[in-house]
């Protein structure tokens, strides 16, 4: 683009990087067996746990990273990563409540716009906390009891639930699925749990706060939600983290098992550090989210909004095995700068009638390299399944680039396939219109992108919605002159 | 005070240097609607672009004030907060924007600008829907996205809507008769006779003279190769209209100029 306005790219700065000052148990960087037994006896973990732990771990040794995303990083030495570290306060089991919280952990919340004082929350939104290895509050938990529902931190259902966990731990992603996975499997340290019972919609809004404060530690958390039988429950997790000039992994896995008629709603809003202008710093975001329509007529959606981490690499996808199951894709994945995204999606369509619908809006500025990678898979049984996939890519400068890459299998000749695709920029003349009609040229610039990117938004619960729409904004603050 | 003044303005295009503008003067005071004819590739368009602030062109002699501030050092968006509107000759679309939604944004920046209080979402409504009638707007046209799916004459009809809302103090309208058949043509005109209120200032910019038979200007300027050749009243228009451009061309510009001058005075 000719034009000088969309050539000096600046950008403000990130607001949630800051470090706070914790007394932190922190166990010495490396992985190995010896490790992978520290943390789940850190943990007080059954024996069954820890053998699952050194399976994944051993399987891990046999594979190697893959190569395939459109990403470019120098080598990560897993050697020199932390895999385990812990707020002082809570090296003894989580608190029972939230008068047992240091204070300074509220405070940090409190900083990060998270509300863990139950009195204060007007929406009704259950929060997990989880920073660096462990989960440090949750709120609403007895609220929740009184209907049936489990929502706890990870640590505290294998302790409690033991059974639940057994069941479904790895049901959706087995430990061996891909190196992150197995990784992850190894050394994971908590995450949320969540259990939705028979029949019961969940009165209120269910989310994680995940936040990295430590240097050179990883963040892997697992996350497993279950909604048995005609069960309701919309889900949404937000992530941040401090500037630093290294990089930092994080590796999570999310798990989703909805049964007959069960709907699971999963949002999320990943606005992880995204490293500086030069592309210096930010988190490696590597993570394996996968659900499975076990049950009839079940539904799983997942929603996105992708703006922060340096390397993001991570296909939310839905295996479609009860007859008549739905599963969506929205997604909004915002790379400026030096970042990375290469995301997207897998449909799996196994039982008759099953249905999907993805929506990909890339938007890349600065540098930023953004990749759709989806597949849709239509397997020999599925009469019927239909699937609506939509990618439009928004260019902004002529620095970025945008990527595309849809997969096709279809084995059933009864199902419909539709894909559109399109590729956009930010014109001189979108830019100009605004300006003309009073608007800055930054506002033009986050007015534009919400625009496009509204059809994802309109996903999000209506508490998050305004959120995303200001942190798009902000993300892209700056990368118009 | 005069609304604009306009003196030697020379203007050429940044990426090639070519010079478009090669010596404009030009003078508009409060409530005076000015046509600007000439053949194409005259200079008409990249005179509202350059005054409206459009990225893309060097000024490299002159001036242009409005309202006594030196117009030509302030960004598109002051310009537009301080009451100059461009009515577009191609509208851009913004897919996912509703018009109305850009609309109120667009008002509550320049309300802002004017120290005046934002207007809430029924205020706004209530404004735009006495706007929406003077162009023949359908309501399902302002929740639409901008400009996306709308006809030529849809697209100029919002332009007007929009110049009516946001009230300018000098409005420019670059071509807004092109690509309209004569029904559409009619409203749009309509909605801008309607905003002549003896304050309000403007340019049209039109390459035939049917637009001036809707719009009566107080004066016709003619552009020829990047200069005001020719400056007289409404019959200016009729005249060219009868003789062509090849008229006006043939004539020496030390007249022109001098003619201009008289018509601004």
Known sequence: MSDAVLDTLTRQEYPHGFVTDIDTDVIPAGLSEDVVRLISNKKGEPEWLLDWRLKAYRHWLTMVEPKWARVTYPPIDYQKIVYYAAPRSSKEGAPKSLADVEPELLAMYEKLGVPLKEREILAGVAVDAVIDSVSVATTFKEKLASVGIIFCSFSEAVREHPDLVKKYLGSVVPSSDNFFAALNSAVFSDGSFCFIPKGVRCPMELSTYFRINQADTGQFERTLIVAEQGAVVSYLEGCTAPKRDTNQLHAAVVELVALDDAQIKYSTVQNWYPGDREGKGGIYNFVTKRGKCAGRNSRISWTQVETGSAITWKYPSCILLGDGSVGAFYSVALTNNYQQADTGTKMIHIGKNTRSTIVSKGISAGHGQNTYRGAVTIMKNAEGARNYSQCDSLLIGDQCGAHTFPYIEVKNSSATLEHEASTSKIGEDQLFYCRQRGLSAEDAVSLIVNGFAKRVLKELPMEFAVEAQKLLGVSLEGSVG | ?265
């Open chain 2, 1 to 265: 005070m005069n609304l604009l003044e306009i003196t030697n303005l020379h203007a050429s295009i940044e990426e090639d240097g070519h010079e478009i503008l090669k010596g404009i003067d030009l003078v508009i005071r409060p409530g005076e609607v000015h046509a600007l004819m000439g053949p194409n590739g005259s200079g008409k368009s990249t005179l509202a672009h350059v005054l409206s602030g459009r990225p893309g062109y060097v000024v490299t002699q002159g001036s242009a004030r409005f309202l006594g501030m030196d117009l030509l050092a302030m960004p598109a968006e002051m310009r537009a907060r301080e009451g100059i509107f461009l009515a577009f000759q191609y509208p851009v679309e913004i897919p996912g924007v509703s018009n109305t939604y850009f609309l109120r944004t667009a008002v509550n920046t320049v309300r802002k600008h004017r120290g005046q209080p934002e207007l809430d979402a029924i205020d706004f409504l209530a404004l735009l829907d006495e706007k929406a009638k003077l162009v023949e707007m359908e309501e399902t046209l302002l929740n639409r996205s901008v400009n996306e799916g709308f006809s030529g004459g849809e697209k100029k009809r919002n332009e007007v809507l929009q110049m009516a809302v946001l009230d300018p103090k000098l409005a420019i309208l670059d071509e807004t008769d092109s690509g309209l058949d004569i029904d559409a043509l009619r409203v749009a005109a309509s909605g801008v006779n309607a905003l002549r209120d003896g304050a309000r200032g403007m340019l049209v910019i039109t390459h035939y003279q049917r637009l001036l038979d809707y719009i009566i200007p107080d004066f016709v300027h003619v552009l020829s190769d990047g200069k005001i050749v020719k400056s007289g009243d409404k019959n200016l228009a009729k005249e060219l209209e009868a003789k062509g451009y090849s008229w006006i061309e043939k004539e020496p510009p030390a007249t022109a100029s001098a003619v201009a001058g008289a018509a601004a005075r």
